[in-house]
């Protein structure tokens, strides 16, 4: 069974820092890697969607990269402002195209 | 587009009762609904996924006849946590896609505590 873990569980940083979250996951035969943010107590917001044939997504200040061989994400974040602050999750669409979601980096921005 | 709407946002039930929560797409016609469970620091766990017209498909671990999950039309799904305890309580997160394969369009989640 697909199994994904994101690291770390908690960052915090300055306003105006660049950061990267990290995700990896044991199977490596994937459709696609998505990455949402979570705000507490919310649903979830799509970020970036990686297919698995390609390497990285960007929108905005963030960036998404996809290592599939070695079962590896992380998703960069630059110029960091208080509003990002939420939890990150990775999830991964594999198998019998379920999503397998990672436990999340909940990060804060501080001013 | 693609929005997904959750009813009600918050619910408390006392413990032994039954709650349902509603799943709805509001601009297109979702014919897979998936349910998950959210306990509190921790990741989303699918419960089980359901085709419009169809039983649903419930995920190793997950009691079928607790969770009663109802896809009858290709706009609303419905979720009813029978005889809850307070062991139930979590933010129930649905999803909505086109079809099976397609992205998952994810509704704001229902939180629910049992007394």
């Known amino acids: 069974k697909q199994e994904v873990t994101q690291i770390p569980a908690a960052l915090s940083v300055p306003e105006g820092e660049n950061l990267v979250l990290n995700c990896s996951f044991t199977?490596?035969?994937?459709?696609?890697l998505q990455w949402f943010r979570q705000d507490p107590g919310k649903g979830l917001t799509s970020l970036l969607l990686?297919?698995?044939?390609?390497r990285e997504q960007t929108s905005g200040r963030l960036n998404a990269s996809l290592d599939k061989s070695s079962g590896r994400s992380t998703l960069y974040i630059a110029a960091s402002q208080p509003g990002d602050s939420a939890t990150y999750l990775c999830?991964?669409?594999?198998?019998?195209?379920?999503?397998?979601f990672g436990t999340g980096t909940r990060l804060t921005v501080i001013p | 587009g693609a929005v997904v709407s959750q009813h009600p946002s918050w619910v408390i039930c006392k413990s032994g009762t039954s709650v349902k929560i509603e799943c709805r797409s509001l601009?297109?016609?979702?014919?897979?609904m998936f349910w998950y469970r959210q306990f509190p620091k921790q990741s989303l766990m699918l419960m089980a996924t359901s085709n419009e017209g169809s039983k649903a498909t419930y995920e190793q671990g997950v009691e079928k006849d607790k969770f009663l999950i109802n896809h009858a039309s290709l706009t609303l799904s419905t979720l009813t946590v029978t005889s809850a305890h307070p062991e139930d309580s979590s933010f129930y997160i649905c999803?909505?896609?086109?079809?099976?394969?397609?992205?998952?369009?994810f509704g704001p989640g229902t939180r629910l505590t049992v007394t």
């Open positions: 999803s909505a896609s086109w079809q099976r394969t397609y992205d998952q369009y």
């Open positions: 990686i297919q698995s044939s390609q």
């Open positions: 199977d490596s035969a994937i459709y696609n």
């Open positions: 999830a991964v669409r594999s198998g019998a195209n379920n999503l397998f």
């Open positions: 601009d297109f016609q979702a014919t897979t």
